[in-house]
């Protein structure tokens, strides 16, 4: 199957939509139904572009500009219902491939997120802020290509980053990430929240994320550990 990819759709550079449902840990599943390693897998493939969508409108969205991107496209995203507005009836928007965005400024610590983790971790941005915190919230929307724009501005504004993805931390986001703060010379400490070199066994999905620590609190504790 990995063959597949390659052969018959990215170096012909076809026009191939891939959809990975069960993206991330699936809950009451157990070690064999999680869905950790594709962006590690597939990160390395040339032309294929992998999105990762922070909640339902954004999921419609990234369908839609897959079916006109002319190129191998994939999209990652979990089971179960998501999270955003309401988007029945609502114009579909063409998305700008390799583009995150800003959700929240800040000025203590920069939080860069990809897919739906990105829920969780805004709501851990605001409690940080009480806490004393600013943090400045991206969402990368794109695991390939990076948004190296967002990046520089990451790079040249914070010494102290925190990544989170809903996936294996060897070979994801969060080490390109910083492979590409080091490339550019950017003094950037980046703390990486994700799944780590183990397989995760059965649990509801708020079980393993904490047990994980990147639910909600675990990102809550890395944004407050950074004001050291």
């Not at 759709?9 to 449902?21: G, K, M, R, T, W």
């Not at 390109?176 to 950037?188: L, Q």
Request: hydrophobic letters at 40%; charged letters at 25%.
């Amino acid at each position: 199957a990995y063959d597949q990819v390659l052969h018959d759709v990215c170096i012909q550079n076809l026009p191939v939509i891939f959809a990975l449902d069960r993206a991330g840990l699936v809950g009451e599943d157990g070690a064999t139904h999680h869905g950790v390693f594709d962006m590690a897998a597939f990160g390395a493939v040339p032309g294929l572009t992998i999105a990762a969508p922070m909640n339902e409108p954004e999921l419609r969205n990234m369908m839609y500009t897959a079916l006109g991107s002319g190129h191998p496209f994939m999209i990652r995203y979990p089971r179960g219902h998501g999270e955003g507005l309401p988007w029945r009836g609502e114009k579909f928007e063409t998305l700008p491939v390799g583009r995150g965005r800003r959700l929240r400024e800040g000025a203590d610590v920069a939080l860069l997120t990809v897919g739906t983790v990105g829920n969780a971790a805004a709501r851990a941005a605001g409690r940080a802020a009480a806490e004393g915190v600013s943090v400045a919230h991206y969402d990368l929307r794109f695991v390939k290509p990076l948004d190296e724009a967002l990046l520089d501005e990451v790079g040249r504004k914070f010494r102290r980053v925190v990544t989170v993805e809903d996936g294996s931390l060897r070979g994801g986001v969060g080490e390109a990430v910083a492979a590409f703060f080091n490339g550019r010379g950017y003094d950037v400490r980046v703390q990486r929240l994700g799944i780590g070199d183990e397989w995760v066994e059965h649990g509801t999905p708020g079980q393993l994320y904490a047990l994980c620590g990147y639910d909600e609190e675990g990102i809550l504790r890395a944004l407050l550990d950074t004001r050291a």
